[in-house]
């Protein structure tokens, strides 16, 4: 390759005394780390620059309000008025015409108040994301804030994934673990209002915890996600399995899994959640106009339409599944050649492979967003682990 540069332009340009003075000093070890540092700093800044200027206006954002709203308001045309009051007023007329009036589940569901209202059981079960919501209320008011819900959660996340790589000294990991998290969904998910960044950001705390040794600690964050999203119990029992299988103090996740469970249970409860099938049926297999008093009879037809949905949809418009081959590969390699050094890194990436494959087997939605917790957990896991270097020897 060298050779092959000698008669370019580019070689002639790298062999003059600016070119060798410009290689050497880009080559040195600590400049690269700080243009790593800048390069994943300067990327998480502009996704939350552009997420707050321009937000996705998108359905889960009215369903949320709604939500937030029903601790005062229970008629359900009053509710309806009230929460498309509040996103009118900040919405153009194009995101309202996408809201309102782009398919045939919108329109009903600005046509018909008491189908809108049948919605929220599906919504209601993410306590904590709602909770913040209306804390956030009084400051922001309920739209702004299910956007700063998603804005500041991606700050945080993305300084955890810093963090994680400046104590492990692999910082030039940031030039690949980027682009890799872009791919993931990193960038919509800040976009939209949805509580997968938040739950990305707790996620994301609790692996570093257990990456440190801090299982006490990473098993109350872990608690704590369930109220965030309750289908995270999938990464709780994930992470069980590995410890277990890989004879770390398995007790604390024990622990954290029984509490969770009930946790979800209660909340799927008192939420007054339709059901796992009822769910999966929604989602997977025909969208519902109304849920009240949906409870469809079980069809291995519609389980199986349901499932051959989701792969269909997830390998040809989704990344996830290509980012769990390519990095299960890369997991391999590290592990071939010495460099997934001590039991804790490989558990790790262990329980977010079979954590992803298990979030599909539960509920086969194909979106990249349901799976960016484990994606983005083993991409930070195995560049920790690999620590590149890229300057010259």
């Known amino acids: 390759m060298q050779g092959a540069q000698q008669g370019t332009l580019i070689g002639w340009a790298l062999r003059t005394g600016l070119g060798e003075t410009v290689v050497r000093t880009v080559s040195r070890g600590r400049l690269l780390d700080r243009l790593a540092a800048l390069f994943m700093v300067l990327s998480v800044a502009a996704i939350a620059a552009y997420a707050t200027f321009k937000p996705d206006y998108n359905w889960d954002m009215v369903a949320y309000v709604a939500t937030a709203?029903?601790?005062?308001?229970?008629?359900?045309?009053?509710?309806?008025?009230?929460?498309?009051?509040?996103i009118d007023a900040g919405s153009s007329p194009e995101q309202q015409f996408k809201l309102k009036q782009s398919n045939p589940y919108n329109l009903n569901q600005w046509e018909n108040p008491a189908d809108f209202q049948s919605q929220l059981s599906m919504y209601r079960v993410k306590i904590a994301y709602v909770w913040l919501l209306r804390a956030l209320e009084p400051v922001a008011g309920l739209v702004n804030a299910s956007i700063l819900l998603s804005v500041l959660p991606s700050?945080?996340?993305?300084?955890?994934?810093?963090?994680?790589?400046?104590?492990?000294?692999?910082?030039?990991?940031?030039?690949?673990?980027?682009?890799?998290?872009?791919?993931?969904?990193?960038?919509?998910?800040?976009?939209?209002?949805?509580?997968?960044?938040?739950?990305?950001?707790?996620?994301?705390?609790?692996?570093?915890?257990?990456?440190?040794?801090?299982?006490?600690?990473?098993?109350?964050?872990?608690?704590?996600?369930?109220?965030?999203?309750?289908?995270?119990?999938?990464?709780?029992?994930?992470?069980?399995?590995?410890?277990?299988?890989?004879?770390?103090?398995?007790?604390?996740?024990?622990?954290?899994?029984?509490?969770?469970?009930?946790?979800?249970?209660?909340?799927?409860?008192?939420?007054?959640?339709p059901g796992w099938w009822a769910h999966f049926y929604f989602s997977c297999v025909q969208i519902q106009n109304s849920m009240a008093n949906f409870h469809p009879d079980f069809s291995l037809v519609a389980f199986a339409k349901g499932y051959a949905r989701g792969v269909v949809v997830s390998l040809q418009n989704n990344d996830w599944p290509a980012l769990l081959a390519l990095m299960t590969a890369a997991w391999a390699l590290l592990n071939k050649y010495g460099m997934m050094r001590g039991g804790r890194a490989n558990a790790l990436a262990f329980a977010l492979a079979i954590g992803t494959l298990g979030k599909f087997a539960s509920f086969p939605l194909p979106d990249d967003r349901f799976y960016f917790v484990f994606i983005s957990g083993m991409a930070l896991v195995l560049a920790a682990a690999w620590k590149p270097r890229f300057e010259a020897p």
């Open 69 to 86: 709203l029903e601790n005062r308001v229970q008629d359900a045309q009053e509710l309806h008025r009230e929460t498309w009051a509040q």
């Open 155 to 273: 700050i945080g996340f993305g300084l955890i994934g810093l963090w994680w790589l400046w104590r492990e000294n692999a910082l030039q990991a940031a030039f690949m673990l980027v682009p890799m998290l872009l791919l993931a969904d990193y960038s919509r998910m800040t976009t939209a209002v949805t509580p997968d960044m938040l739950l990305a950001l707790v996620s994301a705390a609790a692996l570093y915890c257990l990456w440190r040794g801090r299982d006490t600690l990473a098993g109350v964050l872990l608690f704590a996600s369930v109220f965030v999203r309750p289908d995270n119990i999938i990464l709780i029992f994930a992470l069980l399995i590995a410890a277990v299988l890989f004879s770390w103090r398995w007790l604390p996740m024990a622990v954290t899994f029984v509490a969770s469970l009930v946790a979800c249970m209660l909340i799927s409860k008192y939420g007054e959640h």
